[in-house]
């Protein structure tokens, strides 16, 4: 069996996308309004993540950051919110089933990334003394773990009415010879350099860039260009399901 | 900066252009106008001489949103109200809590609030009247009169800086409650009125938080209602105030009780204002059902929804 | 959140008397209104989602792998939002939900070659729960497994030489595959609460607190298989007469046999 080509010479990738194209995008906000305060999902490509939204709310033990603190109020801040992320990889998401336990570290490590990101994000300093929990449920991987995460979370915190300053979207970005590609799916991010960035809003404020394998300085600059435009067209479209459900939800409460 | 394009949702597609034209007229006039939604980071003024409210920031002279909502303007003031979130707690709001801990010389009281509500022991009336003054003993047995999953009814005294409130119950509507059925449904679709105590067809009352939680129970003569003085009321107020016991509830009751559950739960699911006149006309509405199980059908709470709106126009 | 005394004691007396009066009204044997779906996991054998009308939700997915026989058959894992792995809960779902359908499968149904069988992941994920857990995981996994479908061998002769070679060759083509539940059903394991002298099926939350204890009965084939009693309140007072586990019996026969026709409907119609 021959190798599927990343990049033809026609300029198609694997799936027939261009190399600046972004794979099909899905995401629906107040998808679980009996059991959170926001919550939303998101499909990019085969890429599936739910996420839920409680809070802002008292803190309380059970929630904290993975119930393994301490069983006191001691971590509710006095002067902003306290954030936790929690995700949870489920064991079908891949393609071969694999039981990841709840304290993997490159799980938990996302988690802390995906934290700081939204600590920035979110206005915190008008909910001190409380709590937001962030929990992201991973249905399905086909690459772009991290970005779908990083834009389930930010539709559902919008959807929990939390004063945020803009969209947190995100991207990722590869290189391939000397083509950039936009947008990678699991086969892609297995065979090349990329990066994921994420931006605050359609600005160029970077709030998360992550490269993880070894790429030439010279071919940073066009990946995190092509990346950042990636992250603007994403809000966008997220901004355009955010309206949508907004004016449904006016259409119908006003009737 | 390359250009991106990429499929999505078909459906979708019209929505893309916000319209750019709308926007810009209406910010010709300062500030985006009507039901529009507005949503984190979009301007929605570029003129400085608004205030700013909640729901907004401000870079420079430009005020943009935080949230995803519509604007509202009093006066000069400039905020935008989110489509969805938690009960913020305004002074005189009449709420419904629960007891979540128990402290030296308070309580904490779960509102459905971004924070706890804190109900001191100086707020809450004591056995022995309103002159009574709190003794030591008094702190020690703070869970004689509330304690950890115990309901009441309050009054918010004060909010403070950090947006949690603190209750009070010194009137005799307000306190422990019993003889009836607790259930919650989102503070946004709770209709604020003065009355929080409606006497409803059928014998029962409905007690409303504006926080969205709800207690229906047994229509009782309230203390008050005795014609007496209520300052010597307030005075001659016993322990029964913090009593657990239930009185009798006949199974009709209990039947009525969990009708006009159903009826506001159908409120609900239309996400139809609730107020005392939807409440009675979707009890009314919910008389086609004669078993009030058969309410829980998605179908049939679509139905006494929409028929409870057309009661009422 | 505990209940005031009050609430209990209402609670509780609504649930007992004769005729019982619940919450919202429900006959006894009447389940809430539920959403529910299958297929929703391109990437698994098998997967569904359902959705009860307080917001609890499960969604399990089923992987059919390729592993040297002798092992266990069928492995039952769960994650339920909010709990810590190993908790007494979810160990105990995965017990029951793991016996259940280890008993109920026919053995020839995974098996690939003398070598080579399949063994069966069914794994959920419990988003949120505000009733007892059990009935909506085995619903799911019920939905999920019915939908779940092998993909069929190409190497047809089981000879030893072939195994020697190395991993059996499945078709490529997922039209070709078969389904797992094609001349069975998986079983149901359902859960009732027992207040005085009545019985209820899909208690709520505040139903399973303020009830004298649960019953769960394990229904496959037509029949109940297996019964047990369930701990449903943090007190320890769980008695139940024999005459209220009969009619549990009873009541459960009744409801699974409808719930199991409803389920069928579900995945016939994706």
Not at chain 3, 238 to 259: G, H, I, P, Y
Request: aromatic share 6%.
């Amino acid at each position: 069996m021959s190798r599927p080509e990343i990049y033809s010479p026609e300029g198609l990738r694997i799936d027939g996308r261009r190399w600046n194209e972004v794979r099909h995008i899905k995401c629906a906000i107040n998808t679980h309004p009996a059991s959170s305060d926001g919550s939303s999902i998101i499909e990019q490509g085969n890429t599936k993540v739910m996420c839920n939204v409680v809070g802002p709310a008292e803190p309380t033990s059970s929630s904290g950051g993975g119930g393994a603190k301490s069983n006191t109020n001691s971590f509710a801040n006095e002067n902003k919110v306290t954030l936790s992320v929690k995700a949870t990889v489920a064991p079908f998401s891949t393609i071969d089933r694999r039981k990841r336990s709840g304290n993997d570290s490159r799980i938990q490590e996302m988690c802390l990334t995906i934290q700081h990101i939204f600590e920035e994000a979110v206005m915190g300093h008008l909910q001190p003394r409380s709590q937001i929990v962030i929990s992201l449920y991973i249905l399905a991987q086909d690459g772009g773990m991290l970005q779908a995460c990083i834009n389930a979370a930010s539709l559902a915190l919008i959807d929990a009415g939390i004063p945020m300053y803009d969209y947190v979207c995100a991207c990722t970005a590869g290189m391939h010879d000397t083509e950039v590609l936009l947008d990678l799916n699991r086969l892609e991010e297995n065979d090349m350099p990329f990066l994921t960035m994420a931006t605050l809003g359609a600005t160029r404020k970077v709030s998360l860039m992550q490269l993880e394998t070894r790429v030439g300085v010279d071919k940073l600059e066009p990946m995190m260009a092509a990346a950042m435009s990636g992250c603007h067209y994403l809000r966008q479209i997220m901004d355009a399901q955010v309206r949508k459900h907004g004016k449904n939800r006016l259409a119908r409460v006003g009737a | 900066m390359p250009d991106v394009s990429g499929s999505s949702d078909e459906e979708d597609e019209g929505l893309f252009s916000l319209d750019p034209e709308a926007d810009g007229e209406a910010r010709i006039t300062g500030v985006v106008k009507g039901k529009h939604i507005v949503t984190p980071g979009e301007l929605v003024t570029s003129d400085s001489t608004w205030m700013r409210g909640h729901g907004t920031y401000s870079v420079g002279t430009s005020t943009y949103s935080s949230v995803a909502g519509t604007i509202t303007r009093v006066n000069k003031l400039l905020s935008v109200t989110p489509l969805r979130g938690r009960y913020v707690p305004e002074v005189g709001d009449h709420v419904i809590g629960r007891i979540i801990d128990v402290g030296t010389r308070s309580w904490h009281v779960d509102i459905g609030a971004k924070q706890a509500a804190v109900l001191m022991l100086g707020s809450v009336n004591l056995p022995g009247g309103v002159q009574r003054r709190k003794s030591e003993s008094d702190e020690l047995q703070m869970r004689v009169f509330l304690k950890e999953g115990d309901l009441l009814n309050a009054e918010v005294q004060a909010v403070f800086t950090d947006g949690a409130a603190s209750l009070h119950t010194r009137s005799l509507s307000y306190g422990k409650l019993r003889n009836g059925y607790f259930f919650s449904i989102p503070s946004s679709l709770i209709i604020r009125s003065k009355i929080h105590t409606i006497e409803l067809p059928g014998g029962v009352d409905l007690v409303m938080g504006v926080n969205g939680y709800l207690w229906l129970r047994k229509h009782t003569q309230q203390l008050g209602e005795q014609g007496v003085s209520i300052t010597r009321l307030a005075e001659e107020a016993g322990w029964e105030i913090y009593s657990d016991e239930n009185e009798y509830i006949a199974p009709s009751i209990r039947e009525t009780i969990a009708r006009y559950a159903n009826a506001i739960k159908a409120l609900e699911y239309g996400e139809v204002g609730v107020s005392e006149a939807r409440v009675i006309a979707a009890y009314e509405a919910s008389k086609e059902y004669k078993g009030v199980g058969d309410m829980v059908e998605n179908d049939a709470k679509r139905r006494i929804a929409q028929q409870a709106l057309v009661f009422i126009q | 959140m505990p209940l005031s005394i009050a609430e209990e004691n209402y609670l509780s007396t609504s649930l007992s008397q004769k005729p019982p009066c619940r919450p919202d009204g429900r006959d006894p044997h009447t389940f809430r209104p539920l959403d529910a779906a299958a297929g929703i996991l391109p990437a698994t054998n098998g997967s569904a989602r359902i959705r009860l009308c307080d917001g609890g939700e499960c969604i399990v997915g089923v992987k059919a792998e390729v592993e040297v026989c002798g092992g266990k058959p069928v492995e039952v894992q769960c994650d339920i939002a909010g709990q810590l792995n190993n908790s007494p809960l979810q160990s105990f779902l995965c017990t029951t939900l793991e016996s259940a359908v280890r008993n109920a499968l026919p053995p020839s149904h995974l098996s690939i070659s003398n070598k080579y069988t399949y063994k069966l992941y069914i794994d959920g994920i419990i988003l949120d729960h505000v009733s007892h857990p059990l009935t909506l995981l085995s619903m799911t996994i019920f939905l999920a497994l019915l939908n779940t479908r092998l993909p069929t061998l190409i190497t047809e002769d089981n000879t030893d030489e072939n195994d020697e070679i190395g991993l059996p060759q499945f078709e490529s083509d997922w039209q070709q595959s078969r389904l797992l539940c094609d001349d069975w059903l998986p079983p149901l394991v359902q859960l009732a609460v027992v207040a005085g002298r009545n019985v209820f099926v899909d208690p709520t939350g505040e139903e399973a607190a303020v009830s004298d204890g649960g019953i769960l009965a394990i229904w496959h084939q037509s029949k109940v298989v297996g019964l047990r009693t369930v701990n449903t309140r943090d007190s320890s007072r769980q008695v139940f007469n024999v005459k209220s586990v009969a009619t549990a019996v009873d009541v459960l026969t009744q409801t699974s046999r409808e719930v199991e026709n409803a389920l069928r409907k579900v995945v016939a119609s994706t």
